[in-house]
C-alpha cells in the first residue's frame, strides 16, 4: 500500500513498459526467476540483450501462456 492506503501498482504493470527484467516475467508468470531462464535457454521465451542485459518483450510471457494451452488442446 502506497502512503495514501491504496494499493501500489507493480512497476511490471507500467503500460509503456516494452521489455521487462527476468524477475519480471518470472512474476507475471507466477514461476521463478531460475524457470524463466530454464525457459529463455530452451527457446521457449523470447528474450534479448540489451547491452549485457537480458530482457524479455513485455508481450512474450502472454505468447507463452497460449502456446501452452493450444499445445495442451492439440494433445
Do not use: W
Not at 521465451?45 to 494451452?69: C, F, K, N, Q
Request: proline fraction near 5%; charged fraction near 25%; include cysteine.
Amino acid at each position: 500500500m502506497d502512503e495514501h492506503g491504496t494499493l501500489a501498482t507493480p512497476a511490471d504493470d507500467d503500460p509503456n513498459l516494452v521489455l521487462l527484467t527476468v524477475k519480471e516475467a518470472a512474476r507475471r508468470l507466477r514461476i521463478g526467476r531460475t524457470t524463466c531462464f530454464a525457459l529463455i535457454r530452451a527457446g521457449e521465451l523470447e528474450s534479448v540483450m540489451v547491452g549485457g542485459l537480458r530482457r524479455i518483450p513485455v508481450d512474450a510471457p502472454a505468447a507463452y501462456g497460449t502456446r501452452l494451452r493450444t499445445t495442451r488442446q492439440a494433445a
